[in-house]
């Protein structure tokens, strides 16, 4: 049996046992792997191949385009000179409502997306949109996914007794040297002026969604997840039990955090849980004016229209009050990384930050935040030379 196709069913099953973004980041693994195995036999690959595969890798340049609205214009209103209103052009052109407040906005959106707005327009892509490419090098990250994606199932045929060694696993291969991708926070200093920008914002659902995740810490599809069920204002808990994202070519999942430690109780900080009592209010009033298409819902971040809000929207909303008040446009996880490395200087114990952030292990927090950590070492030490001074 080819790899390819050995490969293809294993895909397959992966899309009923795991989630979706795992399988449609698959298929996109196995058509770089397969220009190089697809076509060998599963018995005859061999470490030569897939080390060949991980050189190439190291070696290759990653061309990444994007398309940037011209200045002075606006999308939904063209639409509406064109006879349509933006939810048709949304429909149209199969985009979220986030792609086109993006692009009025002066993001960056994919050079596909723009095209499929300029098609429903009947405008060439070059008269409202500036292309531009830029290329770089894989992160270290990157290339072991691919390695990591050939050895799970090389490991399941081995299982199966189809090859007799994984050549994919580390016995086999010259370790990957690649470059780690810098984490990309707000200091202290700027973290505090977003706290208190946040504290004057008026939309209620910005103030909200962008306060849950720099004072919380979570994912931004764990903040897309939640319900009201899952805060206990008596308590002042957070509980994290299921996540919502988008999945190019299926829409909107809600599905269980990708692994058990994910699933966890949080504390409330008192600022964030007398925000959550405001919003509450704030909630019900629209949930009686929206009933008849809110329905029961009892998510936290609901549109006006009744659906839950794409993961993807509070970028757009952190970019627009970071711009305000003339901070770093970070994005929505580096939020979270932030709040994680605070803890850690601020000489948290590394299980408890760990236990925070919902990872997996506590070696994955270190190894994530090991300088920050040193900084923390660092501080421990001042202390413990005041004290004995």
């Known amino acids: 049996m080819r790899f390819a196709d050995y490969a293809a069913e294993w895909l397959e099953r992966t899309k009923r046992d795991h989630s979706l973004t795992y399988y ?15 076509n060998v036999p599963l018995c005859k690959i061999t470490p030569v191949m897939i080390q060949k595969m991980i050189d190439d890798l190291l070696a290759h340049q990653v061309v990444r385009s994007t398309a940037k609205l011209k200045d002075g214009i606006n999308l939904t209103m063209l639409a509406h000179k064109k006879g349509m209103k933006q939810k048709e052009l949304e429909e149209q052109a199969g985009i979220s409502r986030g792609t086109i407040f993006q692009a009025n906005r002066g993001s960056n959106i994919m050079p596909d997306k723009a095209e499929a707005i300029c098609k429903v327009l009947g405008v060439p892509l070059e008269q409202l949109f500036a292309v531009e490419s830029s290329s770089h090098g894989y992160s270290k990250e990157s290339m072991m996914k691919y390695r990591r994606f050939i ?26 040297k690649g470059h780690k991708k810098e984490i990309r926070i707000l200091n202290d200093q700027e973290a505090k002026v ?16 962008l306060m849950i995740v720099l004072f919380m810490g979570i994912r931004r599809g ?26 190019e070519g299926f829409g909107l999942i809600t599905k269980e955090p990708k692994t058990e430690t994910s699933k966890r109780i949080i ?26 298409v809110w329905g029961n819902t009892d998510r936290l971040m609901i549109s006006d229209e009744g659906k839950p809000i794409p993961p993807g929207m509070y970028i ?20 979270r990384h932030t709040n994680i490395t605070l ?38 030490s001042e202390i413990i030379n005041k004290l004995f001074g």
């Not at 002042?236 to 299921?242: E, F, N």
């Open 24 to 38: 449609t980041k698959g298929i996109r693994c196995l058509k770089f792997i397969n220009k190089y195995i697809g």
């Open 151 to 176: 050895s799970t199932i090389l490991a399941t045929a081995k299982r199966q007794r189809l090859v007799e060694h994984n050549f994919a696993s580390g016995d086999y291969l010259i370790p990957i």
């Open 194 to 209: 977003l706290a208190n920008a946040l504290q004057q914002e008026t939309n209620m659902r910005w103030k909200t969604a």
């Open 222 to 247: 764990e903040l897309a997840g939640l319900e009201w069920k899952d805060i206990d204002f008596e308590k002042a808990t957070m509980k994290i039990s299921r996540s919502t994202y988008e999945v």
């Open 267 to 292: 504390s409330i900080p008192d600022k964030l849980l007398e925000q959550l009592q405001a919003y509450r209010e704030w909630w019900k009033t629209r949930h009686s004016f929206f009933h008849e």
């Open 316 to 335: 757009v909303w952190l970019k627009k009050i970071l711009s305000r008040n003339n901070l770093p446009l970070v994005t929505l996880h580096s939020l």
């Open 343 to 380: 803890q850690l200087i601020a000489g948290i114990d590394l299980k408890t930050v760990s236990a925070r952030a919902g990872h997996a292990r506590a070696s994955t927090t270190s190894d994530f935040y090991s300088h920050y950590i040193r900084n923390s070492d660092i501080h421990a």
